[in-house]
């Protein structure tokens, strides 16, 4: 066996996670499925796209690479600004669809509905502005670095596994520890109540899109890093996201990543044994056997 | 407090129901003076409960007014209630389960200002030691008792002018609820209005100044406690007791 696939596993994990956490707040906070948010991760890391090379053509300087990596600093504060737009994306959609549909107490799977509807309409219009031809951040090859234990990594691997593991932990105090976090596991437990506890539900709605869609926009943008751009990549990591969200135990961040990290890994081992085109098969397996066997996911808690 | 007795609380023709055109409260006009303890009774499905969640904005109303303190709320959204002082304590899920104690009393304090949030949720401490014994238990893990206690001192930590309770004494024993009735009296000993939802008649009577009696969804009877208490037919017909001589009220 390739101990490379470890590697490959963890960085497609990472991403998963980071995707899943979305999918487990907007999940535990609004209560439904949300498969737009596939779409929020292509969406961020074509608006990074375009703000990386808006910059770029502003200033040459920020394109050269820094230091080992394959990206000039225009990629970093590019992302910083896919994130707010991708954050207003998501604002955008819940306040043309989502708001008024909430606001009609629409029924759950009317919600589901929406959001494919969404999910579609948001993936064409990429496909329209971008084409659907696949397009890279840069064109620049990496050397991938000897790790010791036969595994090796690019700089931009182990970059985007820090970064990952950066923004898990502080998402988690963020629940944990401050005000905005209690209100949303407040609202996630009991709306009424929390309203009663003067807690304003809408405040934290708006929050649950933000930070879903931002942690969306980076996944993307490690996607379009390691991999490709492509209309679709967000839209084809849907079942290994909600494999993830649901293996976590929904509302569990923590609990998304390391399970969006079993995901990845679980991925590239059934890449290695049976073929490539059964990496949909394996999330789709943790899928069903979570559902029939651990409903709750890891860290859920039995209802 | 302020002023000669002034009303607290207030509701003026209220219908308010869960559906459009299906009122469950019908028209009640209500009114509770600043200090007072009353209590709303009346029997299953009177719409007591509908009546105070309308009151705290988790039931529509469909007409009418609610005032606190001569400002009308009506219109409040159902978080910012808690901000003009009116705090209220549903019948069932009234804490946050799966949060620590202390988490639920944070997230109470969080819309007072900043300086004062910690002197307060140690004032509340103070008040329910139980509850300071073991801060960062989970709430659900807590018993009857100490849940509605929580849940009082979630209410109170905003230091509100009006308490609503919605059966808080339901399914406790009845040594648990004296205590939890001695303490909701020593709250109101402290000058905050409180409007006690009761199936718990005899103990609510003894703690309340007056009752108002709740049936299909309109006021039937108003008086002071100590009267009511001895009003047979009232007892018979509303407090689900029986004519004297055979079982007392549960
Ligand atoms: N969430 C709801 N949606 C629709 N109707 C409801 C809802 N809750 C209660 N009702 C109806 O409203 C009416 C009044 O109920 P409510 O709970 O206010 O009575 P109550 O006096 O508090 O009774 P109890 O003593 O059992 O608590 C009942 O007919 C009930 O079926
Ligand atoms: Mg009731």
């Known amino acids: 066996m390739n101990p490379q ?154 970059l985007s596994l820090a970064v990952a593991a950066i923004l898990v932990v502080a998402i988690h105090i963020l629940l944990t520890r401050t005000a905005i976090g209690r209100s949303m596991r407040a609202v996630s437990e009991n709306q009424q109540l929390a309203g009663v506890a003067g807690i304003d539900a809408r405040k934290v709605i708006r929050t649950v899109w933000m930070l879903g869609a931002g942690l969306a926009c980076i996944a993307g943008v490690m996607a379009g890093l390691l991999v490709q751009i492509r209309p679709y990549m967000g839209f084809d990591l849907l079942l290994p996201l909600f494999a993830a969200a649901i293996l976590g135990g929904i509302g569990s961040v923590p609990g998304a990543m390391l399970a969006g990290l079993i995901v990845g890994l679980a991925e590239a081992l059934g890449v290695q044994l049976i073929g490539a085109e059964w990496r949909a098969a394996v999330a789709f397996m943790i899928l069903v056997f979570v559902l029939l066997l651990r409903p709750q996911g890891l860290f859920g808690r039995a209802e | 407090m302020t002023g000669p007795q002034p009303s607290a609380l207030s509701t003026r023709a209220l219908v308010a129901g869960y559906e459009p055109d299906l009122p469950i409260v019908r028209g009640v006009d209500f009114s509770i003076r600043s200090g007072e303890l009353v209590i709303v009774l009346g029997p299953n499905g009177a719409g007591k409960s509908t009546f105070v969640k309308a009151i705290a904005g988790l039931v529509p109303i469909h007409s009418g007014a609610t005032m606190l303190g001569g400002f009308d709320i009506t219109a409040v959204p159902t978080h910012e209630k808690i901000r003009h002082g009116l705090a209220f304590v549903p019948q069932t899920e009234n804490i946050f389960a799966t949060m620590s104690i202390h988490d639920n009393l944070l997230l109470a304090a969080n819309v007072l200002p900043k300086e004062k949030r910690s002197r307060r949720v140690a004032d509340l401490y103070a008040m329910f030691p139980d509850l300071a014994a073991r801060p960062s238990l989970r709430a659900g893990q807590l018993s009857g008792g100490q849940r509605q206690m929580l849940a009082v001192a979630r209410a109170l930590i905003v230091e509100p002018s009006v308490l609503i309770l919605d059966e808080p004494s339901a399914g406790l024993s009845p040594k648990i609820v004296q205590e939890v009735f001695a303490q909701l009296k020593a709250i109101n000993d402290t000058g905050v209005t409180i409007i006690l939802v009761e199936q718990n008649v005899k103990a609510a009577l003894a703690i309340a100044d007056r009752a108002a009696i709740l049936v299909e969804g309109q006021l039937r009877h108003e008086g002071p406690a100590a009267t009511l208490a001895e009003d047979p037919i009232v007892a018979e017909l509303y407090l689900g007791a029986r004519p004297a001589g055979k079982a007392a009220t549960p």
């Open chain 1, 5 to 158: 696939l470890i590697m490959d596993g963890l960085i497609a994990g990472a991403m998963i996670g980071l995707g899943a956490i979305g999918i487990t707040l907007t999940y535990s906070i609004l209560r439904f499925a949300n498969f737009a948010h596939g779409e929020m991760i292509s969406w961020g890391a074509y608006l990074a796209l375009a703000t990386s090379g808006l910059l770029g053509s502003l200033s040459g300087a920020l394109l050269k690479p820094i230091g080992p990596f394959s990206f000039g600093w225009s990629l970093p504060l590019a992302v910083l600004a896919a994130v707010a737009l991708t954050a207003g994306l998501a604002l955008l959609v819940d306040a043309l669809l989502f708001g008024p549909l909430r606001k009609r107490r629409s029924a759950v799977i009317i919600m589901v509905m929406a959001s494919f509807g969404a999910s579609l309409a948001l993936r064409s219009l990429l496909e329209f502005i971008f084409t659907s031809k696949p397009v890279y951040f840069s064109k620049a090859l990496q050397i991938a670095l000897p790790l010791g234990g036969g595994l090796r990594a690019t700089p931009d691997q182990l």
